[in-house]
């Protein structure tokens, strides 16, 4: 079977300082299981065994560890930060809608309208403006030689890259793994052989649901390491805070969001606060169109090879007309 790397729930998260997180792990070997810090800004703890992590009272990135039993290790991070918690969503949330001091909605409702709301603002800002304001995030196989499809991350949202590492100890040293269409399924057949010296490969990706199917079959011995942008990480506690340097400013739109459905339930007018909403979100997208205001990015170039010198459709370097 080929040999995953551990993996760890939820990917990445925001907290108040003194704030909980429940860190779980998979994949890898399965068993094993032993937590540590890697950076611990915060002053935080974590339960070795159990991956239990509290938040210190400092604001900071605590960079947590799992390896398991055969020492595959992956870290994830997690910030401590004073910013919109769930707590304070929700009672922003009822001051908007007039819930204050009212039972008609539930304390799990009002959960479930944040992040409901949340997750559409996510979404509007990955789909309209890519990945400049979400971090990509590494996950890697090690190949067998005799598997074709390879489980993805249980929190992949977008796919941003492949890479074929040609030495496990140096990442930088890699080759761009490009995708087929279906029907290109055998036109890579039969065999994968990296060619070092030209820095060429004839594998290709295609994703296939929750997997990613190569082809050729990849040679065994092989690390492939993917780039992804994570779905958000769900508001679960008070003290999780919303991601603000995905959402940063933004954050009004969830709090009118979430009072706009809890005014539906109660079928009530909701024509003010859709209205504000609306110009909102008109802000949202005229804010976060370029990020990179002064080196705004350009189209692929769609020519490049991925010879010793990069070339296009034609010259020296090229992978031919």
């Known amino acids: 079977m080929a040999t995953p790397g551990p993996f760890i729930m939820p990917s990445t998260a925001h907290v108040a300082p003194s704030g909980s997180v429940a860190l779980t792990a998979s994949n890898g070997t399965g068993t094993g299981f032993v937590w540590s810090f890697i950076t611990n800004q915060s002053g935080g703890t974590i339960n070795s065994g159990t991956g239990a992590y509290t938040a210190g009272s400092l604001v900071g990135v605590d960079t947590v560890q799992v390896a398991d039993s055969a020492g595959n290790a992956i870290s994830v991070p ?28 539930t304390s799990a409702e009002w959960t479930s309208y944040i992040n409901g709301s949340a997750f559409r603002l996510f979404n509007i800002i990955i789909q309209h403006f890519g990945d400049d304001y979400v971090s990509s995030l590494p996950y890697r196989w090690l190949t067998d030689g005799v598997t074709e ?20 100890n140096q990442p930088s040293y890699r080759l761009t793994i490009y995708p087929f269409n279906r029907g290109q399924r055998n036109k890579y057949s039969p065999w994968n052989i990296p060619i070092s010296y030209g820095m060429l490969s004839n594998l290709h990706y295609h994703l296939d649901g929750n997997y990613m199917w190569f082809t050729p079959f990849p040679s065994a011995g092989q690390y492939i390491q993917i780039q992804y942008i994570p779905t958000m990480t769900a508001l679960v506690n008070s003290t999780d805070v919303l991601n603000t340097g995905v959402l940063a400013g933004f954050e009004e739109f969830v709090v009118i ?23 909102i979100l008109q802000s949202i997208e005229e804010a976060a169109e370029n990020r990179d205001a002064g080196m705004p990015a350009t189209v692929t170039d769609s020519n490049w090879s991925d010879m010793w010198w990069p070339g296009g459709t034609s010259g020296w370097g090229s992978s031919g007309g």
Not at 149 to 168: E, H, M, S, T, W
Not at 257 to 279: C, F, N, Q, W, Y
């Open 149 to 168: 499809r390879y489980q993805l991350p249980p929190d992949i949202f977008k796919l941003l890259g492949v890479d074929l590492l040609l030495n496990a």
């Open 78 to 105: 997690i910030t401590v930060q004073s910013g919109p918690t769930l707590a304070a969503l929700t009672l922003q949330a009822q001051q908007r809608g007039d819930f204050v001091n009212s039972n008609f909605v």
């Open 257 to 279: 969001d979430a009072a706009i459905k809890a005014r539906v339930k109660e079928e009530s007018d909701v024509g003010e606060l859709m209205r504000d909403r609306a110009e």
